[in-house]
């Protein structure tokens, strides 16, 4: 029997084990004791408040049929226009930035229709957020990144009915992102705002 083996087998050595295994397991406890996501709000919930469940029936709304809307399909085309339609029944005027998207580290380009809408602010500074609607071809993409999209459209219902934000918020609704972020480089090089 080695050192450390006779120093565990000891009643010391046992007990000392013990104690930092209690110490251990006590200070996992407190870490996710205190660790609660916030309770889900219903569609009840004031107007101003976010609700997971409003956001859910956007994404519903959205995506009635769980098929792919890759980038440049028909599909893809017919999700755009209900996002529009939402985006004006929020309020908002949504543009559409239709451009060439580019992405040289990887030498991949493609035409893309990003969906811009903005909620003025008293000041001259803004907050952007982004979420992507294209999928991949072989899936309907509600984890990657229609959940997203929903989120924002949910998060720009409650500001509306909310006073005046202190910063603009600018909602980009990026398109060709699973083609290689190709929506946020047009975004980001010809950017009316």
Not at 4 to 27: I, K, M, Q, Y
Not at 32 to 38: T, W
Not at 115 to 125: F, H, N, Q, S
Request: charged residues 15%; negative net charge; proline residues 8%.
């Amino acid at each position: 029997m080695d050192e450390r083996e006779r120093e565990f087998r000891s009643p010391g050595g046992t007990l000392a084990w013990a104690l930092a295994l209690v110490l251990a397991a006590l200070a996992v406890v407190l870490a996710f004791s205190g660790a609660h996501p916030p309770a889900v709000r219903g569609a009840q919930a004031p107007a101003t408040a976010f609700s997971a469940e409003r956001a859910q029936r956007y994404w519903h709304a959205l995506l009635p049929q769980q098929i792919p809307h890759p980038l440049g399909s028909p599909q893809n085309v017919a999700l755009r226009q209900r996002l529009l339609d939402r985006l004006n029944a929020l309020d908002y005027a949504p543009q559409v930035l239709s451009a060439t998207g580019c992405i040289e580290k990887y030498m991949v380009c493609g035409p893309v229709n990003d969906v811009i809408a903005t909620l003025p602010g008293r000041e001259d500074a803004a907050l952007l957020l982004v979420a992507h609607y294209d999928s991949v071809p072989a899936g309907p993409g509600v984890g990657d990144d229609l959940s997203g999209v929903a989120t924002m459209l949910e998060i720009a219902r409650a500001l509306r009915a909310g006073p005046t934000p202190q910063a603009s918020v600018i909602f980009l609704f990026s398109d060709g992102e699973e083609e290689g972020l190709l929506g946020a480089s047009a975004f980001a090089h010809i950017s009316p705002l």
